[in-house]
């Protein structure tokens, strides 16, 4: 029985050795075909002048302990003091976001974290939450978007699940350090009033639906300064039953309010940074679907080893 047990062991030992070793050979590949390239150095922007030689920042919450801290840098991937560090308070969240969201809804303590990265042109963007429940990484892409912050990284972190209304003043604080101005003060706006009627929609209909519905009223923003009030609540209408969706006239006149302050921008341009961001949309669903694939193959793989294991010691075990 001693001797049946030790060969058992053996055998165990043996393949789990040949799937550690099929494991790394498959990572490898997938390493070669598939792996980021070194991080690069971000190249400054051209409407950003003067430019911060780093061109990336981490923004505090000004409520949190430094136990917090240290949790929200866990959740950034980097320790404290790699990137200069700023604090936003209370009163610079409410601030940012007057008149969108209800004074109750922000509260007063400022609990999101965020950490922005400008990326060098044509990079697109790379938006990651941990802990926020009110935003999607969509969201936050396409208010971006409209806020004229092209080619970024974004994490937006808290320690532990809050809203994440802080998210686009942290934003903001972020980018107008490393810029070394002032962001222009309509797309600023523009951008908080699409966060929340994106957030507030989402509750409704979900977050899919709703940054689809409001990225292709952006697309049209060209044809609405010539459009009256009842055209563009038509076309809203149109665009949601495409989608299958069933918006209140409460909700369409929060759209068409969102396009009357929309189109006050470059239509171009923003036209031009929705295209670009659907494609960086796009490559991370393809990212999904390869990873997905990726675990399924290691899945087959763990089972054939099992099996294999089995058989071998139902021939060598008695």
Not at 266 to 280: Q, S, Y
Request: hydrophobic share 40%; proline share 4%; with cysteine.
């Amino acid at each position: 029985m001693i001797q049946s047990n030790n060969k058992n062991r053996v055998f165990r030992m043996l393949s789990l050795f040949l799937v550690s070793a099929l494991l790394t050979m498959l990572l490898s590949a997938c390493g070669r075909e598939g792996a980021a390239s070194p991080e690069p150095v971000p190249s400054p922007t051209p409407t950003a002048s003067p430019m911060s030689a780093d061109l990336r920042r981490a923004v505090i919450g000004a409520d949190l302990t430094e136990e917090q801290i240290k949790q929200v840098y866990d959740l950034f991937g980097f320790p404290r003091w790699k990137v200069p560090e700023l604090r936003l308070t209370s009163a610079e969240e409410h601030e940012a976001m007057r008149g969108h969201v209800d004074e109750s809804v922000l509260g007063t303590k400022t609990i999101s974290c965020v950490y922005l990265e400008l990326l060098p042109e044509g990079s697109g963007y790379d938006v990651r939450l941990e802990n926020i429940t009110w935003c999607t990484p969509e969201m936050i892409t396409s208010a971006l978007e409209t806020i004229g912050i092209q080619d970024a990284r974004v994490v937006v972190a808290a320690p532990f699940s809050v809203s994440g209304t802080g998210a686009i003043a942290g934003i903001y604080k972020a980018y107008e350090d490393i810029a070394g101005q002032s962001l222009d003060e309509q797309a600023k706006d523009a951008g908080a009033q699409e966060l929340t009627v994106t957030g507030e929609l989402a509750e409704e209909i979900g977050a899919n639906d709703s940054t689809t519905i409001i990225g292709e009223l952006k697309e049209m923003l060209d044809k609405t300064p010539n459009m009256t009030d009842d055209e563009i609540r038509e076309t809203i209408r149109d665009i949601a039953s495409r989608h299958k969706v069933r918006l209140t006239d409460a909700q369409v006149e929060q759209l068409l309010d969102l396009s009357r302050t929309l189109e006050k921008l470059d239509p171009d341009a923003l036209k031009k940074r929705v295209e670009d961001a659907k494609e960086t949309i796009q490559k991370v669903e393809e990212t999904k679907d390869q990873v997905v694939g990726f675990a399924e193959s290691v899945k087959q793989l763990i089972d054939t080893m099992e099996a294999f294991m089995d058989r071998m010691s139902g021939l060598f075990g008695s």
